[in-house]
Nanobody
Framework: QLQLVESGGGWTQPGGSLRLSCTTS????????IGWFRQAPGKEREFVAA????????THANVVKGRFTISRDNAKYTVLLQMNSLKPEDTAVYYC?????????????????WGQGTQVTVSS
């Protein structure tokens, strides 16, 4: 019954930045690990980053490490994905996902709820 809504996607040139938000309404995030995944046309869903319920432990995929940062503010029912130094290969639909009492896995099957996705396009 938990609903997740992504926002903040759009277009930017290579080297640009975007900040994605994943928000809930009416449900606290304190017990949920949150993951970000992306899927480009013709490709499998790919892990991007994850954060544990407390926000103290994060994991970032190697392809985004040093460029993307996941964070959360449980009081605001919000998880953020700050994306800097964007590359054309980052173009994809980005999804946030929540796993009850999860630890922040890279596996999509570890998550129970998924947002609708937000498009990120990086091109010159």
């Amino acid at each position: 019954q938990l609903q997740l809504v992504e926002s903040g996607g759009g277009w930017t040139q290579p080297g640009g930045s975007l900040r994605l938000s994943c928000t809930t309404s009416g449900f606290a995030l304190d017990y949920y690990a949150i993951g970000w995944f992306r899927q480009a046309p013709g490709k499998e869903r790919e892990f991007v980053a994850a954060i544990d319920p407390s926000g103290r432990s994060t994991t970032h995929a190697n392809v985004v490490k040093g460029r993307f940062t996941i964070s959360r503010d449980n009081a605001k029912y919000t998880v953020l994905l700050q994306m800097n130094s964007l590359k054309p290969e980052d173009t994809a639909v980005y999804y946030c996902a929540a796993g009850f009492r999860g630890s922040g896995s890279y596996q999509p099957t570890s998550y129970d709820y998924w947002g609708q996705g937000t498009q990120v396009t990086v091109s010159s």
